[in-house]
């Protein structure tokens, strides 16, 4: 290695901040269970590739000037994800994000540039990311209103596509929602297209945590670029976990060949949202599918599976109201108390909590946290505890063959 300039030693008082976030860090991770971030994993292996500045500016299909990169392992996890996503591999693109975020970002990118006179549609369980995606990008859109299950309403969806029948429409499909994972039917989506014999339309499918999931089920619902998605993206740092956030931007390239410019300074085709990229997270998720593999992966779905409806099934025998959308590791239930709270990191939303249950978790760590739930309802004051609304979710009309 290069020596490094005016090399110092770190102070006692910042070594001791160090240690003490490690030690806080080292207790909360046991007591995660409501944002979906895998934990079983393991990259040590990859730890000497730190020594580097490396990075994987640009296209990285097409090569850089910038030799210091990971560019083959990068197109080699986007060509499996290709199969995941049943793409046509002629006319296929993509490349490692940043998360799932900039994975939906590239797909309304895309969609806006195909058709800028286009009006996005997206439900009120989108992500929370998407508005602020659409502030950004000057996207006309129209939020539609959700099922009880958190699913798109479809006729809102109809009635709103029939007042703008001008304006090509860009469908933000939720492949699982963030708060009840609730998967928005395209079969239906694109049979509204039909019925207003619309030709000219996009969808883009946000599969942020259940794009590890579904390419390892029998029977998935429609979501893949063979059912008819325009780009997709999914996270790399949920389903199967790790230590820097990533994901994928994965799109048809005929779209992606309109917006891409040559840049001569680091000779590469500028088709990505970020200019410098990490080479490092790419690599990350080349280890974790040559390690774990297809089998490792579907063990991985139907453990995390198992659990949730584990879960579902623990709750209700102690008389929580706690539910899950099919084919969905989310397990709602009415919001926590306070103690619960505090001592677990469960993310609320409108008198609702959620859990999702992940490879790393056991049927103990769901008793565990069941324990407190069900203790501090009992002792303490019931405060935003209602669902969300009085409706049983469970009697919701949902496309993807009801509630569990
Ligand atoms: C459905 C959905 N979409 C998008 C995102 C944003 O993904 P990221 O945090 O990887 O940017 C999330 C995050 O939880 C999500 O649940």
Redesign the pocket.
Known sequence: MPERTSPKQLAKKDRDRLDALYEQLKKTTHRTIG??CNQAWDYSELFRFLEFSINNVGDPFEGSNYRMNTHEFECEVLNKFAEYTKADPDDFWGYVT?????G?MYGLYLARELYPQGVVYFSED??Y??TKILRLQHTRNIMLKSQDNGEMDYDDLRESIRFNRDSPPIIFA?I???MKGAVDNIDKIREIMDEFVIREYYIHC?A??SGMILPFLNNPPPWTFADGADSI?I?G??MIGGPL?C?LALARKKYVDRVSRSVEYVGVLDTTITGSRSAFTPLMLWYALRTIGDEGLEKNARHSLALARYAVEQFQKRGVPAWRNVNSVTVVFPHPAKSVMEKWVVAPNRGIGHLIALPHMTEELIDSFIDDYCLARTEEPPEDRKMPSSKDPRRGETSNAGLI
Do not use: F, R
């Open positions: 944002y979906p940043t998360g799932g975020t900039e939906n989108t992500h990311s998407v939720n699982g929602t963030t946000d942020a945590l993206a996270s740092h949920k956030p994901g």
